[in-house]
């Protein structure tokens, strides 16, 4: 089966077109974060969010860690995806699927080491999917994702393997290392921002090289 891939760091309505057009199945909708790039007003994410034609995700990527301030944002924002970027308090994921039982939830597992293995089984029974990345939520400033980073895929091969939901890959991926990835990995999806721009902006050049890549 082919991967899903999601574009992350869409900042605006062309940008979410462009990246729909080129087959992303699922776009990322950065809101503020400690760090890193791509974050947008939430106004703006709810515009974008309603312009994406299903079956397209719209993930609001949120960096709030307590199950009331999550459902707040979904609210003001209407995407149909919540990314938790950070560790959820108390674990309330059954608080915020009574709130929006319509919404799918995504966990971020920051992959450092064999812990956050046993983390992401652990929470994989929480959500209806996990998103692998190369951040690092115990400095001082979090990196909560967009670092460009690869991590250590061998870690998250065996979290493809043990987990029985949907999981998506991210860090560093790019035309020329994605192969390998989806080899070593073998992801359900696939999630990248800074490989497909230029300037900071979407690169529709970027963009059907790094799905050529993948699909062949």
């Known amino acids: 089966m082919k991967p899903?891939?999601?574009?992350c760091c869409i900042s605006s309505i062309q940008e979410a077109k462009t990246a729909v057009e080129h087959g992303a199945s699922a776009l990322g909708l950065v809101a503020k974060m400690p760090s890193g790039p791509g974050p947008i007003a939430d106004d703006l994410i709810r515009d974008i969010a309603?312009?994406?034609?299903?079956?397209?995700?719209?993930?609001?990527?949120?960096?709030?860690?307590?199950a009331d301030a999550i459902i707040a944002h979904q609210r003001q924002v209407?995407?149909?995806?919540?990314?938790?970027?950070?560790?959820?308090?108390?674990?309330?994921?059954?608080?915020?699927?009574?709130?929006?039982?319509?919404?799918?939830?995504?966990?971020?597992?920051?992959?450092?080491?064999?812990?956050?293995?046993?983390?992401?089984?652990?929470?994989?029974?929480?959500?209806?999917?996990?998103?692998?990345?190369?951040?690092?939520p115990k400095l001082a400033v979090k990196e909560l994702g967009g670092t460009g980073r690869v991590h250590?895929?061998?870690?998250?091969?065996?979290?493809?393997?043990?987990a029985s939901i949907p999981v998506f890959l991210a860090g560093g991926l790019n035309a020329g290392n994605v192969k390998e990835a989806l080899d070593q990995v073998n992801p359900f999806g696939l999630d990248l921002c800074s490989s497909v721009r230029t300037d900071g902006q979407l690169d529709p050049v970027k963009l059907e090289a790094f799905f050529r890549a993948v699909w062949g």
């Open 4 to 7: 899903r891939i999601k574009i």
């Open 78 to 136: 209407l995407t149909n995806t919540i990314q938790i970027v950070d560790e959820l308090t108390d674990r309330e994921y059954r608080k915020i699927r009574e709130a929006l039982p319509a919404i799918k939830l995504v966990q971020v597992i920051h992959v450092i080491d064999e812990r956050s293995v046993d983390e992401a089984l652990e929470l994989s029974e929480q959500v209806d999917a996990l998103l692998l990345d190369s951040g690092n």
């Open 152 to 162: 250590n895929w061998k870690l998250s091969r065996q979290i493809v393997h043990q």
């Open 50 to 66: 309603q312009t994406v034609p299903p079956p397209v995700a719209t993930f609001l990527l949120t960096s709030e860690t307590t």
